[in-house]
């Protein structure tokens, strides 16, 4: 019993010795790796472009105005701080910016028929600029639903398929992200809210991770 004892002794010692050596490398580790800013503070600023968007505000509620002006879809753009030179490789700063929306788009009681065309088909004019289709096909809601999954307007699909921890749109290794998001006219009178999330430094190291939501009113 007393061998046992010390070799019970001996080898709590012997892990304790390598838990306290894991940690002080974990911590020289860190310690060499700077805070991800290089101001020492990391910041966001996101807003709806006005040159895509004229006459597009912000309330004192908070909330983003938008008319639709004829193009099918509006801009968001950001500045973000710069990182320091440990996580800026060969030029390029190891930062990434996601956008996503809680607004999805998708097509509802709607059946209609297209024309079908041939690659190989009769054309009305010698320049092949109109082919003459040689079929129709008539699709359903039913149909639509399984070729066409519902749209974000951030600009992605959803499928049963996808990865629910990376749904959304990315803009990365830039300091001035930015993102178009789809905008329908009849979308006026709805509200949407944008979700925006910048990591700053997406490899080793420590890393920051920032978001900011706009409250958007379509009109």
């Known amino acids: 019993m007393k061998n046992m004892k010390i070799f019970y002794n001996i080898s709590t010692y012997f892990l ?64 973000v701080d710069e990182l320091a030179s440990s996580y800026i ?25 297209v024309p079908l065309y041939s690659p190989l088909g009769f054309f009305t004019d010698d320049d092949f600029e109109n082919p003459i289709p040689v079929g129709t096909s008539t699709y359903t809601i039913e149909d639509m639903a399984n070729n066409f999954p519902p749209l974000n307007i951030a600009g992605y699909s959803y499928n049963p398929d996808s990865d629910l921890t990376d749904l959304g749109t990315y803009s990365r290794y830039t300091y001035n992200p930015q993102q178009q998001f789809f905008f329908d006219k009849q979308m006026a009178g709805d509200t949407a809210k944008v979700f925006i999330k910048t990591t700053f430094n997406t490899d080793v190291g420590p890393s920051v991770d920032l978001i900011q939501e706009l409250n958007i009113i379509f009109e």
Do not use: M, R
Request: proline share 4%; hydrophobic share 35%.
């Open 16 to 79: 304790l010795i390598i838990i306290l050596s894991l940690y002080s490398c974990n911590n020289d580790q860190n310690n060499n790796f700077p805070y991800p800013c290089i101001d020492g503070e990391c910041d966001i600023a996101f807003e709806i472009d006005e040159l895509v968007s004229p006459g597009v505000y912000h309330d004192d509620n908070g909330f983003w105005h938008i008319q639709h002006q004829g193009y099918n879809y509006f801009t968001i753009k950001g500045i």
């Open 89 to 113: 490789i060969n030029g390029t700063p190891l930062i990434s910016t996601l956008f996503d929306s809680d607004y999805w788009v998708w097509i509802d009681g709607i059946t209609f028929t």
